[in-house]
């Protein structure tokens, strides 16, 4: 499986970004795509996952502001930021869960720079 993610970009404080993720490959039965961000000097913490319910659970600094969203007929997560921080600065990574074997595997991909401006 590989995942390209794009969106990322500079943007002043209060703006707006979306961010996309496909995954290409062998995508049948994906189960959970989520957002993830790591900011410098920090660990990586879930921002927003979906899962193949379209039920989704957000981090609670990006509630009311982020929406994920997912389209399975292109294997595509979203992630919609509105009213951008400064401290939403960092690398966003998506992720998808789906079977591997006797179990479930995750997949990441190459992550997409955001930069918000104050």
């Known amino acids: 499986v590989q995942l390209q993610a794009s969106g990322g970009g500079l943007v002043q404080a209060g703006g707006s970004l979306r961010l996309s993720c496909a995954a290409s490959?062998?995508?049948?039965?994906?189960?959970?795509m989520g957002w993830y961000r790591q900011a410098p000097g920090k660990q990586r913490e879930l921002v927003a996952v979906?899962?193949?319910?379209?039920?989704?659970n957000y981090a609670d600094s990006v509630k009311g502001r982020f929406t994920i969203s997912r389209d399975n007929a292109k294997n595509t997560v979203y992630l919609q930021m509105n009213s951008l921080k400064p401290e939403d600065t960092a690398v966003y990574y998506c992720k998808i869960n789906r079977p591997y074997g006797l179990g479930y595997s995750d997949y990441w991909g190459q992550g997409t720079l955001v930069t918000v401006s104050s």
């Open positions: 979906i899962s193949s319910g379209g039920n989704t």
């Open positions: 490959g062998r995508t049948f039965n994906i189960r959970d």
